[in-house]
């Protein structure tokens, strides 16, 4: 069986061939240890967003930069 080019690979397809190019350049133990440093954090960015804004609108947010721009503090 031909491997498919790359351009028409499957994302499973894909995923083999780039972890069995990691092992034939790292080794096993070099794969594991690459591959963990993209650990994928399911974070809820809204929720972070809103507590560091505080629910403000777009508007409320726009005249706060512009009040800061007129008013810089020294």
Known sequence: MNAPTFSTATPSELRRAGIE???KALGPIG???FVQ???LVREDYTAER???LGGATVDQLVDELLQRRL???T
């Open 71 to 73: 008013s810089p503090s």
């Open 50 to 52: 809103d507590s560091i």
């Open 31 to 33: 794969m594991i240890r």
């Open 37 to 39: 440093q993209f650990d």
């Open 21 to 23: 190019a990691l092992v």
